[in-house]
């Protein structure tokens, strides 16, 4: 996977030509978009979407307790978590071998999703989108720069501890990249007036390759039929620690 990893750094795929410390932004016609190329810096965004699950969030909750992802189960009137408008649950279900999860986690469907998906509206009726512009174009240019350092020093005849700070700068500034890079998939997304008057005749693949640009986690707590407020922790790509 770290090989993948660097493979996809090459900023080739997005149109650039690099030669040492020479660059050409536009040397080349890009095989992707250049938001698609930054956002595949991320490597926590390379989810294995399934455009086969036809449930809204699958694969992007989480167990509060083990962390682990929660799977779709049908939800049936004994159950604790039961909900009236409920048609599955969202559950922590460990696998053989590991050990038990010390709080498996259990919510109804229709708990959890209205829940996230108000959340994400609100979220993007907030996006500043401007300054999210601003970080990514300063994390590029960081990058560019550190990369343009390393390969005249390599060029040069520097010694092997001015070549291996060189490195260790081009390796911090793609790691600052990598921090915030699902902000270019962010800034593709509608606006959220149109998208909410949309939403409801989008279908859940599209649906969920929408929120999958936005969702940086999702985590929930406890097995009942209480509400997701107080239960359910949402985070949202490029907001800043402490937020």
């Known amino acids: 996977m770290k090989r ?7 900023p080739v795929y997005s149109g ?9 932004p536009t040397g080349h016609p890009p095989i992707v978009s250049h ?5 595949a810096q991320d490597p926590r965004s390379h989810s294995h979407f399934n455009r ?3 449930t809204l969030l699958t694969g992007h909750v989480h167990c509060g307790a083990c962390g682990l992802p929660l799977k779709r189960l049908p939800l049936r009137k004994h159950n604790p978590a039961w909900h ?12 053989q071998g590991q050990l038990p999860c010390p709080s498996p986690t259990r919510i109804a469907d ?18 500043d989108r401007p300054a999210a512009r601003e970080r990514l174009a300063a994390a590029e240019a960081a990058v560019v720069e550190a990369d343009r ?7 040069s005849s520097a010694s092997q501890p001015q070549r291996l700070a060189a490195k260790k700068a081009s390796e911090q500034a793609w790691l600052a990249l990598a921090a915030i890079a699902r902000l270019a998939l ?14 409801p005749s989008l279908g859940v693949i599209r649906q969920r390759q929408l929120l999958a640009a936005a969702l940086a986690a999702v985590t929930v707590a406890g097995a009942d039929a209480s509400a997701a407020r107080g239960r359910v922790r949402i985070s949202f790509v490029g907001e800043r620690p402490g937020r």
């Open 4 to 10: 993948v990893h660097y493979l996809l750094r090459n």
């Open 16 to 24: 650039e030509a690099r030669c040492g410390e020479l660059i050409n």
């Open 35 to 39: 938001s698609l190329w930054i956002a």
């Open 52 to 54: 086969n699950v036809q």
């Open 84 to 95: 009236p408008a409920a048609r599955y649950a969202y559950v922590c279900r460990r696998r």
């Open 110 to 127: 229709s708990i959890l999703e209205p829940y996230v998906v108000n959340a994400f509206f609100r979220w993007l009726e907030k996006l």
């Open 149 to 155: 350092l390393y390969g005249a020093t390599l060029a």
């Open 186 to 199: 962010v800034l593709e997304l509608p606006a959220a007036t149109p998208l909410r008057q949309r939403w």
